[in-house]
């Protein structure tokens, strides 16, 4: 059974603070790895990763993919309260002619002023 | 503006009656999906559709129909053999060709049976 497990699953910090939040996962037919920061309601998409070792980054946020080990991860430097979210993982997977994403449970981060 | 539009934002329901959330997106998206979504918990796969009159089930579609008819629509039924069915219901759509594609999403519909 595919599975994506994220850790941990709430974080408290003090803005300033840096913050790693992981992704690991197994799954059959693996095709990309979505991160997602959702506030309140529709998830906003952030990176998507496909190649192991290349980071993206945008801002204060970057993220990483080892395909070797299964993981990926998710940094924030400086934070902010407005990074204050619940960060969620999806892995696409394609199966017999078609393509869905798994989502992990999320990482809810609180960031404090 | 494209995107992905979903009525209602909320909605009540009786035990025992179906219910049916619209899902619409401009995007000319090949592929929509209907999440599902409990507190502190992440997104469920109801179903989900690569094209125009064809669907599958995701991990918990019991319970629940769809149609896609059109491109743009892929309204979700909550029937009544859903057993807890008072959730946040998230509908998405992502370009099906080459795969890797970022999902979009629209606000969200968030039910309540009563």
């Known amino acids: 059974e595919d599975k994506v497990v994220q850790s941990p699953l709430s974080l408290v910090v003090h803005e300033g603070d840096t913050v790693t939040l992981n992704c690991s996962y197994e799954?059959?037919?693996?095709?990309?790895l979505l991160w997602y920061k959702q506030e309140k309601k529709a998830p906003t998409f952030l990176f998507m990763l496909?190649?192991?070792?290349i980071e993206k980054k945008s801002g204060r946020l970057s993220s990483i993919l080892d395909k070797k080990e299964l993981f990926s991860i998710l940094n924030i430097t400086a934070t902010q309260t407005g990074d204050s979210a619940v960060y969620l993982c999806?892995?696409?997977?394609?199966?017999?002619?078609?393509?869905?994403?798994?989502f992990g449970t999320g990482t809810r981060l609180k960031v404090l002023a | 503006d494209g995107g992905i539009t979903q009525s209602p934002k909320y909605l009540f329901r009786k035990e025992g009656q179906n219910v049916t959330l619209s899902c619409e997106q401009n995007?000319?998206?090949?592929?929509m999906y209907w999440y599902r979504q409990d507190p502190g918990q992440g997104l469920r796969l109801i179903y989900y559709?690569?094209?125009?009159?064809?669907?599958q089930k995701g991990d918990i579609a019991e319970g629940y129909s769809v149609s896609r008819e059109k491109k743009e629509s892929f309204p979700l039924t909550v029937t009544s053999a859903q057993k807890n069915p008072t959730a946040f219901y998230l509908c998405?759509?992502?370009?099906?060709?080459?795969?890797?594609?970022?999902?979009?999403f629209g606000p969200g519909t968030r039910l309540t049976v009563l």
């Open positions: 559709s690569q094209i125009v009159n064809d669907f």
């Open positions: 999806a892995v696409g997977v394609s199966t017999s002619g078609t393509y869905k994403y798994i």
């Open positions: 799954v059959t037919n693996f095709r990309s």
């Open positions: 496909t190649s192991s070792g």
């Open positions: 995007l000319n998206h090949d592929a």
């Open positions: 998405a759509s992502s370009v099906y060709r080459g795969y890797n594609n970022e999902q979009f």
